[in-house]
């Protein structure tokens, strides 16, 4: 479960960078250490506070504390100081595209534009959410 956890992680950083690009920080080789980072895995009381976790070809590879885990050659390493690194989270009830602010009261279709949806879904996955399931009532 905690390998699953954790590669959903990467799964959804790597669903946001275009194709033939790198996630931020990582090595040409392929593989990137990460540390600092507090780290919750999904597991129930599982937080690892100044966390290091090896990315090698888009995979977890080793997950620990800061230090334990040495940098191969060639690899990247990245400072997540301050940071918290959590697997995606799911919004299971979405109105995408309706509302252009937080003190709208009612969907509006007007407010239905690519601009909006791109707009919801950037601050969706800003919080930290990878998947949104919308409801239906898209228009088409």
């Not at 697997?87 to 979405?94: N, Q």
Request: aromatic residues 6%; proline residues 5%; charged residues 20%.
């Amino acid at each position: 479960m905690r390998t699953l956890s954790l590669a959903l992680i990467v799964a959804v950083a790597a669903a946001f960078v275009p194709p033939g690009h790198r996630l931020s920080g990582q090595a040409a080789g392929g593989a990137t250490l990460y540390e600092g980072a507090r780290l919750l895995t999904g597991e129930p009381g599982a937080v690892i506070e100044s966390s290091a976790f090896l990315v090698e070809n888009d995979r977890f590879v080793r997950v620990g504390r800061r230090g334990e885990i040495a940098l191969p050659p060639g690899a990247a390493r990245v400072d997540l100081t301050g940071k918290t690194v959590i697997p995606a989270l799911v919004e299971l009830h979405a109105h995408i595209g309706y509302f252009k602010s937080n003190t709208e009261r009612r969907p509006r279709a007007a407010n239905y534009t690519r601009e909006q949806l791109l707009n919801d879904l950037q601050q969706s996955a800003y919080w930290g959410v990878g998947t949104v399931l919308s409801l239906g009532a898209d228009r088409r």
